[in-house]
């Protein structure tokens, strides 16, 4: 049998308490007498834990007791009368505060949570032998302190967006270009990127100007133009500033545009949409940490999105009815190329849309109909890849001729430029929408020769568009890098895979090509600069390899007779935006042990690489590029090659 023993605020045991006897008028009335009770005379003795006797409590007074006896003693120096017996309230108050008090017991679990986390003070706590935790509860505060909470949190809350706003409007809002440097990236941007994608409407005003929005729509502006090669000239931040290289401008207006969206200091969701969606498409992480940054920003323009119902539909006759489905078939086009770029989960699903996507398709411009159209096989191809739906055999999708896609769009009248620009987009669907066996680095001879074929075509087309048709003059949008690292990929798999040796030289001169035409883009997407770090590793291993494997064999003095014609001759015969690339080390003098090579086509260069090289990471990284699944990981691959 347990038994409880009262104790004192030092642990040592309470004595029993003494009964008082009752008075003479209750004796005689046989009734519980209360007119002894020192408690219902208010006693101050008396009030506190119910564990504490009167008796021990008049030995040892609380120091609340105490203070308010022996201070205004010490004042006058004058012995303090008794205090009165409290009022009827008072008492009812001082009962409440009784019955808020509560015992744990040792067995509780609440009692060792306390114990634990040191819930209860020092004086509430038992020592060793106790049985038990007094705890009890916060009085609540008196009525007349309630208003002053809220309203000291809101002062607290708007010092903060006082001193953000203040950090805004002085170090990231004034971050833009200039007006007459913005006059030119604004023409670029108008001319050569809205057509293709038009998220901000034509002019871009807001309703004040220098407006945070207004700014804001400048600095997204100025950063999608910036990878366009007319505008190094015109990369900078303040009037009189100094011209920044193309990453510094991009990094800059990256940050601002992101911390002010960030500060909630744009409130309208159409205005966020649009540059959420706008920052999402053209900004480049700057390091491993940022990388899922325009994923993050494609989501919450999604997110957006649904909060204002734009995937729901609006009437006919509603007069901003074509804006709204703009917007949507721009978010709806971004969500697709996210997905491809980046391995991600599309957000918007037709299922839970209301627009046709069809009909808004022929409602567009013809160059964003053009896009969209091709936006549409893309979407195709992403549901081919999907996860458990990898097919028994080779699937080639059916795709439909370009010209024929650009007469249907009634795009005739597009700048060639822009128009090329949308066929890189559509080459890099036609490498997509052939999905091979499970096995990614099988030899190409496993494929169907309609799927390898097309891969090639298509892998051919792009690096003739960027390299030598239309070099610098394209509409420079993140799917042009992206069709340059399929176009390499493609290259890889015939270099590494190919049995014949005229086909493994070939596919290293078009691996070689687009390294070079990546590098020359490295300054513009940070997807560039991963693959070029890669790829040069590799040819430079390759020549080593390869120059090796000659001197082993008794051939050095066969690459000595090779004749190889003056830099100045082979730069004659280079394309001009080529000519300033340094190609990788030892590749000039690696390019005749090749020529030994051929003679062994049985001999597996990439067999030969030196053990510490990681070559199965380069397979899974360059081959990976043809599988949505593993393209997500590419940032990592920045980390382990750069």
């Not at 006897?21 to 219902?40: I, L, M, W």
């Not at 804006?323 to 037709?350: M, Q």
């Not at 074929?453 to 298509?458: E, F, G, V, W």
Request: glycine share 6%; with cysteine.
């Amino acid at each position: 049998m347990v038994r409880f023993v009262e104790s004192d605020t030092t642990g040592l045991p309470l004595k029993r308490k003494q009964v008082a006897h009752a008075c003479e008028k209750c004796r005689r009335r046989k009734k519980r007498c209360v007119h002894t009770d020192p408690k219902a005379h208010g006693d101050p003795a008396s009030v506190g834990s119910p564990s504490k006797s009167s008796g021990t409590e008049k030995s040892q007074p609380s120091p609340s007791n105490r203070s308010s006896k022996s201070t205004p003693s010490l004042a006058t120096g004058d012995p303090q009368p008794a205090s009165p017996a409290p009022q009827e309230g008072e008492a009812d108050k001082q009962g409440e505060a009784r019955s808020s008090t509560t015992l744990y017991d040792g067995l509780n679990p609440e009692a060792i949570i306390m114990d634990v986390t040191s819930l209860c003070s020092r004086q509430e706590v038992p020592p060793a032998s106790g049985v038990g935790i007094w705890q009890t509860s916060i009085p609540p505060r008196p009525s007349s302190q309630i208003p002053s909470i809220p309203s000291g949190q809101s002062s607290s809350r708007r010092a903060v967006q006082d001193m953000l706003r203040s950090y805004l409007w002085n170090h990231c809002l004034p971050c833009r270009a200039p007006s007459t440097e913005y006059a030119v990236l604004r023409r670029i941007y108008f001319e050569k990127i809205h057509p293709l994608f038009p998220i901000f409407e034509d002019p871009s005003v807001c309703a004040v100007p220098d407006e945070p929005t207004d700014i804001l729509v400048q600095q997204v502006i100025s950063l999608a133009a910036a990878a366009d090669p007319e505008a190094v000239q015109h990369l900078r931040v303040s009037p009189n500033g100094p011209l920044l290289s193309r990453q510094e401008f991009c990094a800059c207006l990256s940050n601002c545009v992101l911390t002010t969206l960030d500060a909630g200091i744009v409130t309208d969701r159409i205005w966020l949409t649009r540059l959420s969606a706008a920052l999402s498409l053209y900004t480049q992480p700057t390091s491993v940490e940022e990388a899922d940054t325009p994923t993050l920003l494609n989501s919450r323009a999604v997110h957006q999105m649904h909060t204002l119902g734009l995937q729901m539909g609006i009437d006919v006759g509603h007069q901003k009815k074509d804006t709204v489905r703009t917007l949507f078939c721009c978010l709806w086009a971004l969500d697709r190329l996210t997905s491809a770029f980046y391995g991600r989960a599309c957000l918007i699903h037709e299922r839970d849309v209301a627009w046709n996507i069809d009909e808004c398709i022929r409602a567009q411009a013809p160059p964003f109909r053009l896009l969209l159209m091709i936006i549409n096989l893309l979407d195709q191809v992403i549901g081919a890849h999907r996860p458990g739906t990898r097919p028994p055999k080779p699937v080639l999708i059916e795709l439909p001729i370009f010209e024929q896609m650009v007469l249907d769009a009634e795009a005739l009248r597009m700048p060639s430029p822009c128009l090329a620009s949308l066929e890189i987009l559509y080459q890099s669907v036609a490498i997509l929408s052939t999905q091979s066996l499970g096995d990614v680095t099988a030899s190409p001879l496993a494929d169907a020769a309609a799927t390898n074929s097309r891969k090639s075509l298509a892998a051919d087309r792009i690096t003739s568009i960027i390299g030598e048709e239309f070099a610098g003059q394209l509409s420079y949008m993140p799917f042009i890098p992206y069709g340059a690292t399929l176009s390499l990929s493609v290259s890889y798999r015939n270099m590494r895979h190919s049995k014949v040796p005229m086909f493994r030289n070939r596919g290293k001169q078009a691996f070689r090509k687009n390294t070079l035409l990546l590098k020359s883009m490295n300054d513009m997407f940070w997807k560039s600069k991963t693959m070029v770090s890669m790829a040069e590793q590799v040819l430079n291993e390759m020549d080593r390899t390869a120059a090796s494997l000659a001197q082993e064999n008794g051939r050095a003095d066969t690459s000595k007779k090779a004749v190889s014609s003056p830099p100045s001759e082979r730069a004659q015969f280079q394309p001009e935006q080529f000519r300033g690339v340094v190609p990788a080390e030892g590749a000039t003098e690696a390019g005749s042990d090749w020529l030994f090579l051929d003679a062994i086509p049985d001999l597996d260069l990439f067999g030969h690489f030196d053990p510490t090289f990681d070559l199965g990471a380069v397979d899974a990284a360059l081959e990976g590029n043809f599988d949505f699944g593993t393209s997500m990981s590419w940032f990592d691959w920045q980390q382990q090659w750069g």
